[in-house]
């Protein structure tokens, strides 16, 4: 994303998270003395991971919660996921700009030839081609030229004294203290996003722990200042999910009229040679070999039977590791073709509107309720959630196009 949507996203949240905080935090003097209890009680599993004393007193000395930070349970607010994550509440067109994707495509090419003999080791030992890496970059810091807005350690440590997911954060603030413990990073440089992740290609302390790689060569993983290094960890972190060297990521393709848009779920999956068969056509006309028509694959319509239809590889879910969205995989998917070609998608997106999250997830429980859902209530209109809109539409006698819409939700209501 670029640093203008950025910014303009992150104000955006940051004022309407000011007003709802300001009325319903508990008092600063109150929250932030069991906050200071809560920094002190994890002492003992810092010393146990290898945390001096001194490293800890340093980290723990005048850290303050940041009740501004979306993802949080405050008293007197509900818990409200996570609104500033533009991954899951922005429509596909919203996201996937043009102009954002040739610019970054643009600097992409630039940035392929600076950086040709690393990439190309890169490609060489882990399989992972320079576009994908390169789009990653891109897609995450802006390659390197968006500043992270916030200090890491308070960041986990707010996330884990009253996040959503106090547990996984709890593990990252140790996990953080040992970074500096190391001395990868100093704790002026330990940037972070509102979520916690850090360095060039945005990973939370743990994936550094597990993927990190000095490929630089200089003794240390330095994923902040170093391009090597967080190129080649995404690149490790993609390998290490399960990347298959040699496959595409997807393939861009027209449905057939026929098709049933409750099938685009990741367990429903075929032979890309069998989904031709059945009608779905590659949109440049392409000929695929027999290795490529050998390969399993799922459907994806980000916009039930609106806009782009995708089969998806196994390449596509590994990248979904990285940042679980649909969105996220196929802005980075794309932006990695348009580096060697000028080709936009070939099917527009369309002008759907995103429901609020509160509205999906009053669709999420009344499939739950009927049977047809069996993930989580989130507020996101993820592959499942959108399968199960479709089944749904069916049993009531709705146009199938699998896609939380208003006349949906009305219906719902109705029967309720």
Same mark, same amino acid.
């Given at each position: 994303?670029?640093?203008?949507?950025?910014?303009?996203?992150?104000?955006?949240?940051?004022?309407?998270?000011?007003?709802?905080?300001?009325?319903?935090?508990?008092?600063?003097?109150?929250?932030?003395?069991?906050?200071?209890?809560?920094?002190?009680?994890?002492?003992?599993?810092?010393?146990?991971?290898?945390?001096?004393?001194?490293?800890?007193?340093?980290?723990?000395?005048?850290?303050?919660?940041?009740?501004?930070?979306?993802?949080?349970?405050?008293? !007197?607010?509900?818990?409200? !996921?996570?609104?500033?994550?533009?991954?899951?509440?922005?429509?596909?067109?919203?996201?996937?700009?043009?102009?954002?994707?040739?610019?970054?495509?643009?600097? !992409?090419?630039?940035?392929?030839?600076?950086?040709?003999?690393?990439?190309?080791?890169?490609?060489?030992?882990?399989?992972?081609?320079?576009?994908?890496?390169?789009?990653?970059?891109?897609?995450?810091?802006?390659?390197?030229?968006?500043?992270?807005?916030?200090?890491?350690?308070?960041?986990?440590?707010?996330?884990?004294?009253?996040?959503?997911?106090?547990?996984?954060?709890?593990?990252?603030?140790?996990?953080?203290?040992?970074?500096?413990?190391?001395?990868?990073?100093?704790?002026?440089?330990?940037?972070?996003?509102?979520?916690?992740?850090?360095?060039?290609?945005?990973?939370?302390?743990?994936?550094?722990?597990?993927?990190?790689?000095?490929?630089?060569?200089?003794?240390?993983?330095?994923?902040?200042?170093?391009?090597?290094?967080?190129?080649?960890?995404?690149?490790?972190?993609?390998?290490?999910?399960?990347?298959?060297?040699?496959?595409?990521?997807?393939?861009?393709?027209?449905?057939?009229?026929?098709?049933?848009?409750?099938?685009?779920?990741?367990?429903?999956?075929?032979?890309?040679?069998?989904?031709?068969?059945?009608?779905?056509?590659?949109?440049?006309?392409?000929?695929?070999?027999?290795?490529?028509?050998?390969?399993?694959?799922?459907?994806?319509?980000?916009?039930?039977?609106?806009?782009?239809?995708?089969?998806?590889?196994?390449?596509?879910?590994?990248?979904?590791?990285?940042?679980?969205?649909?969105?996220?995989?196929?802005?980075?998917?794309?932006?990695?073709?348009?580096?060697?070609?000028?080709?936009?998608?070939?099917?527009?997106?369309?002008?759907?509107?995103?429901?609020?999250?509160?509205?999906?997830?009053?669709?999420?429980?009344?499939?739950?309720?009927?049977?047809?859902?069996?993930?989580?209530?989130?507020?996101?209109?993820?592959?499942?959630?959108?399968?199960?809109?479709?089944?749904?539409?069916?049993?009531? !006698?709705?146009?199938?196009?699998?896609?939380?819409?208003?006349?949906?939700?009305?219906?719902?209501?109705?029967?309720?």
């Amino acid at each position: 994303m670029g640093r203008d949507a950025v910014r303009r996203m992150e104000r955006a949240v940051a004022m309407v998270l000011a007003i709802v905080v300001a009325a319903s935090a508990p008092p600063a003097h109150a929250a932030d003395a069991g906050f200071t209890r809560f920094i002190a009680s994890l002492w003992p599993e810092a010393q146990k991971a290898g945390v001096s004393r001194a490293t800890f007193d340093s980290v723990a000395a005048g850290l303050e919660p940041d009740y501004k930070l979306p993802d949080l349970i405050l008293p !007197g607010r509900p818990a409200t !996921g996570a609104p500033s994550q533009a991954e899951f509440v922005q429509v596909p067109a919203d996201y996937i700009k043009e102009k954002s994707i040739a610019r970054l495509a643009a600097e !992409g090419q630039r940035l392929m030839q600076k950086y040709r003999p690393t990439l190309d080791a890169i490609e060489k030992r882990f399989g992972v081609p320079a576009p994908v890496i390169l789009a990653i970059w891109g897609r995450e810091t802006d390659y390197g030229r968006y500043a992270l807005p916030y200090d890491a350690m308070r960041v986990l440590a707010t996330q884990a004294y009253v996040g959503r997911r106090k547990d996984q954060y709890r593990t990252e603030f140790i996990d953080g203290l040992v970074l500096l413990q190391h001395g990868d990073v100093s704790r002026k440089n330990f940037r972070a996003s509102w979520g916690g992740a850090t360095g060039l290609t945005q990973f939370l302390p743990s994936e550094l722990a597990k993927h990190g790689v000095d490929f630089d060569g200089d003794g240390r993983v330095n994923i902040w200042t170093s391009v090597p290094d967080a190129l080649a960890s995404a690149a490790q972190q993609l390998v290490n999910k399960g990347w298959q060297r040699g496959v595409r990521w997807a393939y861009e393709v027209r449905a057939p009229a026929k098709a049933d848009c409750t099938q685009g779920v990741p367990n429903v999956t075929k032979p890309i040679g069998e989904w031709l068969r059945e009608g779905f056509v590659p949109v440049r006309g392409q000929q695929l070999t027999a290795a490529e028509r050998a390969q399993p694959a799922s459907l994806l319509q980000p916009e039930g039977t609106y806009g782009p239809a995708f089969l998806t590889t196994k390449n596509y879910f590994v990248i979904k590791e990285y940042n679980f969205s649909d969105l996220y995989v196929l802005f980075v998917g794309h932006l990695a073709d348009r580096m060697t070609s000028p080709l936009p998608f070939a099917t527009p997106w369309s002008a759907s509107t995103q429901l609020r999250s509160r509205d999906v997830e009053a669709m999420q429980r009344h499939l739950t309720q009927i049977g047809l859902y069996k993930d989580k209530i989130d507020g996101k209109a993820g592959m499942l959630t959108r399968a199960a809109l479709g089944a749904y539409q069916k049993s009531a !006698g709705l146009k199938v196009d699998c896609w939380p819409s208003d006349a949906v939700l009305r219906a719902m209501n109705a029967a309720r």
